[in-house]
């Protein structure tokens, strides 16, 4: 029982890690409609900036906080400059850029920093925890509790704020949006920047165990889209909820099912992926698409 | 009969003239080179199935690279033999023992059809998936592939990969094997070449593009869409698994990396390149594909290399630039220098009227 409670907190660690990207690509998605493909690499270049910033000898929270900064910057840019001028184009030129993007991050990412593998700190010291006979991990608290709180603070943003309000309206109508004098392009960008600021986390919270280099969050991506589409690719709420269900249960198969065990994890959420789009394509959370005829 | 547009002659010219060079080619390189344009017909073929899914039917495929790798797994399997595989043969009924192995140019068509069929099953849940989803689903499956094969060790050889001998030149023909392979492998793509050509200017392709452009509209005019979309898929993957196919041949190996998730990826980003939905500039996105790689490292003028990484942004900011600025691609900026020709020789040719053309077509 100690066993099972311990792959649940870890699977909840690798969920919220999961849920902060999958948060992301639902922000994207709201805000310009499209699913983006560069969001694992865009965390990746992040985590590369916050990892030179410690290089030079910068301690880990205020590097942490600057690289949130620069990865706002960073993400704000790329809707103004690259995404802005495919804005109203059909969906599957926007895709492609933002495939383009993909390989264009990547690219640079290797060249600036190589792609040797580096070593990435951990702000939370490697010990457990006793918590009723159970051996709970700090490193796996520490995840949960920065990226759930990342979640809340976004989650007070859009329900507390006017501006969070704004992009609220902008995402459900941008047309009317406009008409009363919203700047609909300049909402975009910080729904790019916040998008690439939680994964700027999600990037960072990762990379001590699966160490940094440049495909790191490839396979993260992946997961984060199957917890998206879980969840509902329209739908907040379902990412969040969709990345912790997907952690949790990757971590329970690989632990107790040995046929799954570590390798087939990846494909086994390709499978929840692919069946969740045919039985239930809005997800758990989303809203069915109509669509006039 | 009105007589073809000059731009239709060019275009049967610069075929035949590609017909030619591809011919003389071999009689101007080493080995190595030639190699390389025996890679350049395999991307050739890979990128013509992709442009039918993705270009003429509307539906991005992010995995095209997986279907390589089945096309080049059954390939393999074929050539190296299993005891108890047999094939059945009608004429004289009976089966085929393979215990030993095929030989491997017998082994390309049916790679290609093991790889149609696998995506035809594919293609039926993918039905209900559109542009993004089926993005989604086919990314994630050229990134599970290779795990997949990886886990299932038995057949494929796990990590280690499967590997096959240099096949001899067959038919007795005096030439070296890698020059067999080239012919082969562009024998190979001049059909398929002309059998795309077949199928995207007639019933089918207009199938293809009516679905793409609305299918709501082809629905209404009598096109039964989950028909033609797993049909597409379908035939798409058949010249996947062919080049897989030719690829194991060339190579002589194959494990779970040498079709990785990044192959599918430039294979998009390359039909995008060359243009989605026309074929003349399908040969331009093999070109980039093969070449860009070698050159945005070591640029032939320059007397620097860049770094290794070099390629994969040039690639991708091309790719961007591309969809911003020249939508349709090399294919577009063909068709619209084919319309600047087709003006400028008209008027030549009508002494400067350049109106009468649409006047009297009208009346005509």
Redesign the interface.
């Known amino acids: 029982m100690a066993d099972f409670v311990q792959q649940v907190v870890s699977g909840l660690a690798t969920g919220a890690i999961f849920a902060s990207l999958a948060l992301a690509l639902v922000l994207i998605y709201r805000a310009t409609d ?2 983006n ?1 560069s969001q694992g690499e865009m965390a990746t270049f992040a985590t590369y900036i916050a990892w030179s910033l410690m290089d030079r000898g910068l301690s880990y929270w205020p590097a942490f906080a600057l690289t949130l900064v620069l990865a706002f910057i960073g993400g704000a840019a790329i809707e103004r400059v ?1 995404i802005r ?2 804005e109203h ?1 059909p ?3 926007i ?3 933002t ?13 600036l920093w190589g ?1 040797e593998v580096k070593a990435f700190d951990s702000p939370f010291p490697n010990e457990t925890w006793d918590v009723g006979g159970v051996a709970v991990s700090v490193q796996d608290i520490g995840t949960l509790g920065v990226c759930l709180l990342t979640v809340l603070a976004l989650w007070a943003f859009f329900r507390f704020t006017t501006l969070g309000l704004v992009m609220r309206a902008v995402a459900n109508n941008p047309t009317a949006s406009r008409l009363v004098g919203v700047r609909v392009g300049w909402m975009l960008a910080l729904g790019w920047g916040l998008a690439a600021v939680l994964g700027a986390v999600a990037g960072m919270m990762a990379a001590p165990t699966l160490f940094l280099d440049p495909t790191m969050m ?2 993260v991506l ?1 997961y984060a ?2 917890a998206a ?1 879980l969840g509902g690719i329209d739908s907040p709420l379902g990412a969040v909820v969709g990345g912790l269900t997907l952690g949790v249960l990757l971590n329970l198969l690989g632990a107790y099912v040995d046929f799954v ?1 570590s ?2 994890r ?2 086994t ?2 499978l929840v ?2 069946a969740v ?2 039985i239930r ?1 809005q997800g758990l959370f989303g809203h069915a698409v109509v669509r006039r ?1 | 009969m009105r007589a073809p547009a000059p731009s239709t002659i060019l275009k049967f010219a610069s075929f035949g003239a590609a017909v030619v060079v591809i011919a003389l080619l071999p009689r101007f390189m080493g080995e190595f080179r030639l190699s390389q344009f025996t890679f350049l017909a395999l991307y050739f073929i890979a990128l013509l199935g992709l442009n039918i899914l993705t270009g003429y039917n509307g539906q991005i495929s992010l995995g095209h690279g997986a279907f390589m790798g089945i096309g080049a797994y059954v390939s393999a399997l074929l050539i190296l033999g299993r005891p108890g595989l047999a094939l059945y043969q009608l004429d004289p009924p009976g089966w085929i023992p393979l215990g030993d192995g095929m030989t491997p140019v017998y082994t390309i068509p049916i790679a290609g059809m093991v790889t149609g069929i696998v995506g035809v099953l594919f293609g039926i849940p993918a039905l209900r998936l559109a542009g993004v989803s089926l993005a989604l689903a086919t990314f994630a499956m050229a990134v599970a592939l290779p795990t997949v094969a990886k886990r299932f060790d038995s057949v494929t050889g796990g990590g280690g990969g499967l590997s096959i001998t240099l096949p001899e030149t067959p038919f007795g023909w005096d030439i070296s094997t890698r020059h067999w392979l080239y012919y082969e492998a562009w024998a190979i793509a001049g059909i398929l070449f002309v059998a795309a050509w077949v199928m995207v200017r007639g019933r089918l392709g207009r199938a293809w593009r009516s679905i793409r452009d609305g299918e709501v509209a082809a629905v209404s005019s009598g096109v039964n869409p989950a028909l033609y979309k797993t049909l597409a898929f379908g035939v798409s993957s058949f010249y996947a698994g062919v080049a897989g196919a030719l690829l194991v041949i060339e190579v002589s190996f194959v494990n779970p990396d040498t079709f990785p998730v990044s192959l599918s990826i430039l294979l998009l980003a390359s039909a995008v390149i060359g243009g989605l939905g026309a074929l003349s500039g399908v040969i331009f996105g093999a070109l980039v594909l093969e070449f860009l790689p070698v050159y945005a490292q070591n640029p032939p003028l320059l007397p620097f290399d860049f770094s290794n990484q070099a390629p994969a942004v040039v690639f991708g900011a091309g790719l961007i630039l591309i969809m911003i600025l020249l939508p349709g691609g090399f294919a577009g900026l063909l068709r619209k220098l084919g319309g600047v020709f087709n003006g400028v020789l008209r008027r030549l040719t009508e002494g400067g009227r350049p109106m009468s053309v649409s006047s009297t077509r009208r009346n005509g």
């Not at chain 1, 390989?103 to 640079?108: A, V």
Request: overall charge negative; charged content about 5%; hydrophobic content about 75%.
């Open positions: 499209v699913v493909f690259v001028p495919v184009r969906e599957i030129v895709v492609i850029v495939i383009g993007l993909l390989i264009l991050l990547n690219g640079l990412t290797g060249w792609a490839l396979i992946i889209f199957a589409v065990g390798e087939l990846l494909p959420a390709l992926l692919l789009l045919l394509p005829v």
